[in-house]
């Protein structure tokens, strides 16, 4: 398996969540990285995206609420995600691949994890 996404589950409406996944270190080392989600019924989109420098992308629904990171000496990437609202849900997926300019460009996909915002 080359990407691994851990850390979904149920929470609380204005709860947090913290998703990783882990990469190969082949993977990891030579890709940018991103979190999609897909929601039942809905196109999976792109949400949070960190270059191999460390530059961030977020979505405008998650700005300000969700924090992309990266660990290069644990081949991880993270997904903090705070004050979670039930239109959070969704199953997110992460992703490695490349930017070019400000456009992400999907290349290895990791299984997804569920994250259900609930009370």
Avoid at 16 to 34: H, P, Q, T, V, Y
Wanted: charged content about 15%; hydrophobic content about 30%; overall charge positive.
């Amino acid at each position: 398996v080359q990407l691994q996404a851990f850390g979904g589950g149920l929470v609380q409406p204005g709860g947090s969540l913290r998703l990783s996944c882990g990469a190969s270190e082949s993977i990891f080392s030579k890709n940018d990285m991103a979190w999609y989600r897909q929601a039942p019924g809905s196109k999976r989109e792109l949400i949070a995206g960190i270059t191999r420098r460390g530059i961030t992308h977020y979505k405008d629904s998650v700005k300000g609420r969700f924090t992309i990171s990266r660990d290069n000496g644990s081949n991880t990437v993270y997904l903090q995600m705070n004050s979670l609202n039930p239109e959070d849900t969704a199953v997110y997926y992460c992703n490695a691949g490349s930017y070019r300019g400000i456009y992400y460009y999907p290349d290895v996909w990791g299984q997804g994890t569920l994250v259900t915002v609930s009370s």
